[in-house]
């Protein structure tokens, strides 16, 4: 089988290393992948074309690429190229593996339409959770469960910032300064902060799980709000609050949501160290699930597209099943509120805090402005 590697930052070459270290067993078992061409950025080429051994090409040779290779592994973080080379991939009945979570989210059905057209495998385990295998037993679990519920913790940064406020009692801001020194956040944070990544990675295991869901639409709330008297707060009454994306049928469509949730501090979403991500899956049949692991780093993502590569190069991904468009239902909870709240959304008040009654998400919405921070109440002592 003959192999493309698109991009070769982090996860590129996290794969190249795997796939050369590895490269006697999978002639053993899978019967040889030849890495054929890396395509790298204008930028890059000339640089990795000394130190490779391998053809370094760009964009303009990816006709030529297509027609010589089975698979294509695309790494590079690009969203619209990222896209063309995929779509292209897909068309002429080449492979992809894909670890861009932000392209797939985006175009999923679109290229998930071409792959089933074409009878080709497209898959993108690495889009969610890093180096957890969960999209791939998903599949398996989908042809023999109901799902009843996933729900996780799928963005390392703010497991670890929240992590970090919870030990070291400090403030946001200095604890995503922390975070942004050791590597943890990236410089321009929002992305992480504010739930978008946590959600595209949730809208994937949506279409896995449940059927097509529009992933722009599901509510997303980060953690920017968080701060020290809330973290005070919650840590004397033995509780914690992650960035919690969960999602479950309901009778009128899917119940989908990405924001901060209070659980209490036993759970195992709450003692989650570092910059780890887990991805609970409920099935009728096999019940509940945890998938723990490293949601991201070069050798754990690159792990994870090498595992895409071998079940493309194989032909042994469970198939999909498809369960067609799904709507967004209306999202409802108990809440904690870091503000005073009249009227009867009140269940109790504590201090500076009001505990709602459960109600929908909207009224809360409707009830405070964009800075007042507040959590979905998981716990079952709260
Ligand atoms: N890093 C992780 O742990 C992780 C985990 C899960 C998923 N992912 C996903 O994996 C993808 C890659 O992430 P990364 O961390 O490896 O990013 P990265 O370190 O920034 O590497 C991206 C690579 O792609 C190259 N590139 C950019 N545009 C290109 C183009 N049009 N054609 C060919 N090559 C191009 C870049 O070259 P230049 O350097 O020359 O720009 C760079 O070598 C992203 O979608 C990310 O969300 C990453």
Known sequence: MK??????GTVGRGTYDILKARENILKDTVGGLEIAYIVASDRSAERLGKELPEKVVTAKDYDAVLEEVDIVAEATGAMDMAYDYMKRALEAGVAVVTANKAAVSA????????????DVP??????????????TPLRGLCLENEIESV??????????????????????????????????AEQDPTDDVEGFDT???????IEMAFGHVDGDAIPTRGIAQLNGDIVSFLNEKGQKVKLVASAKPVEDGIEAVVEPVILDAADSLAILPDAINQVN?????????????????KEPTGNAVV???????????????KRGVKKLAPVKGRYLVAKKLSGD??????????????????????????????????????
């Not at 497209?122 to 999209?135: D, K, N, S, T, W």
């Open 345 to 382: 959304v009140a269940e109790r008040e504590e201090g500076d805090f009001t505990i709602t009654r459960e109600i929908s998400r909207e009224e809360l919405l409707s009830l405070i402005d964009k800075d007042t921070f507040f959590a979905r109440i998981e716990s079952q002592s709260l």
């Open 107 to 118: 175009h999923f059905e679109e290229l998930n339409g071409i792959a089933e057209e074409k």
């Open 122 to 135: 497209f898959l993108f385990e690495a889009a969610v959770g890093g180096g957890i295998p969960v999209l």
């Open 151 to 184: 729900q996780g913790i799928l963005n390392g940064t703010c497991n670890y910032l929240i992590n970090a406020m919870f030990k070291e009692g400090a403030e946001y801001d200095a604890t995503l300064k922390l975070c942004q020194e050791l590597g943890y």
């Open 3 to 8: 192999l493309a590697l698109i991009g070769f």
């Open 199 to 205: 959600r595209r990675k949730l809208h994937l295991l």
């Open 281 to 297: 899956v409920k099935g009728s049949f096999v019940g509940d699930l945890a998938f723990t692991g490293p949601g991201a780093g």
């Open 307 to 321: 595992a895409d590569i071998i079940s493309a190069a194989t032909k042994s991904a469970m198939p999909l099943l």
